[in-house]
């Protein structure tokens, strides 16, 4: 059986009458990436504090394991196995970036020498090389994330907490990021991640957890959670109301968007069926202006899971004219 980093079962919080985790299980296997997603406001970030011993559950709250200890009894244990960077950084913004380095090994107590090796090797591996002797304040938004985990990294730590790590940052530093974390996990690292980047989700975790109304509603690999839910269609678009009305006539198991003059039929959108639908409209003899085909993500899965609607109006996949 592999060894869980993470494991808790029934955890629990309130906020006076409010009920932000009502029940919540986790295992994240060791040398994984799990990442929890949710609206803004599901308890994500609650989450992250709990377990990087920030906040104390509730008092109903079941087991919690974090690095094979136990969060209740021995958070001092957590604590040294943990690196936790959240969406408040730091990065101290009046020192350099080898000045914050230095300072979180320090903190570490790791030795005058040891501190230096450990901030050179991570200088390096993050790209902050030619930056280091500069001010953090003069950094760029990817840069200080990049910092931000390099001075996580200084103690070593075996599981790391990221609260939307790439939240602001362009396409270029996100990738970068991206890589980052791939890397560590390479090393052995535990990666528990939030985001509300549900493609950062898809590219990264091992497994992804979506959390709602206070409750996992959903857990398993990308692909598990994309089979799930229907949601494949094919999408027809007409500037005739005319031509509308008769594909409507036409085709079967349609939804209709009568504002938008579109059809919205279910579909695998394999070329069997597309063939299917353009034969009912040649013999309708009508021509749709548009048509697009849509095949589920996780943007429907997290919709469906979460109250949301994936609506007529998602962008499409693919599309043929
Ligand atoms: N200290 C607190 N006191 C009272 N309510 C709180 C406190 N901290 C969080 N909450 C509430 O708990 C709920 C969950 O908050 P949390 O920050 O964990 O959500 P989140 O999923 O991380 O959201 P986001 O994506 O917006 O960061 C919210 O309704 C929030 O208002």
New binding site residues.
């Given amino acids: 059986m592999t060894n869980l980093a993470i494991a808790a079962h029934g955890l629990r ?1 309130s ?2 009458d ?1 009920v ?2 009502d029940g919540v299980d986790l295992a994240v296997a060791e040398g994984t990436i799990f990442s ?1 997603l ?12 709990i377990l990087s011993t920030l ?1 104390s559950a509730g008092p109903t709250s079941g087991d919690i394991r974090v690095g094979g200890h136990d969060l209740a009894t021995d958070p001092q244990a957590v604590r040294r196995t943990i690196g936790v960077t959240g ?1 408040f950084s730091a990065v101290d913004g009046l020192i350099t970036g080898e000045e914050n380095m230095l300072l979180m090994a320090d903190l570490y107590h790791l030795s005058p020498g040891a501190g230096r090796r450990v901030t050179a090797d991570l200088l390096e591996r993050f790209d902050l090389v030619d930056a280091a002797k500069k001010p953090a304040s003069t950094y760029s938004g990817g840069m200080k994330r990049r910092l931000d985990l390099a001075m996580t990294l200084v103690g070593g730590p075996r599981i790391i907490f990221l ?2 790590p790439t939240t602001g940052l362009d396409p270029r530093s996100r990738h970068n990021m991206w890589q980052i974390i791939r890397d560590l996990v390479a090393d052995g690292v535990t990666v528990f991640l ?1 985001t ?1 980047y549900l493609e950062e989700a898809d590219e990264l975790a091992d497994r992804i957890a979506v ?1 709602t109304d206070g409750r996992i509603a959903a857990e398993g690999t990308a692909e598990e959670l994309k089979r799930l839910i229907p949601g494949g269609h094919v999408r027809l678009r007409f500037d005739d109301p005319a031509a509308y009305a008769r594909a409507s006539g036409a085709l079967r198991e349609t939804v209709r968007d009568d504002q938008a003059l579109t059809l919205r039929i279910p579909s695998d959108g394999t070329q069997r069926e597309l063939h299917v639908i353009l034969g009912r409209l040649d013999a309708a003899s009508v021509h749709a202006d548009t048509l697009t085909v849509h095949t589920p993500d996780l943007d429907d899965v997290f919709f469906a899971l979460t109250g949301g609607a994936a609506g007529i109006t998602d962008k499409p996949k693919e599309t043929v004219r």
């Fill in positions: 919080k906020y006076g409010k932000v985790l929890l949710g609206p803004n406001g599901a308890g994500k970030t609650t989450t992250v504090q906040i969406q609260d939307e939030t509300q959390l």
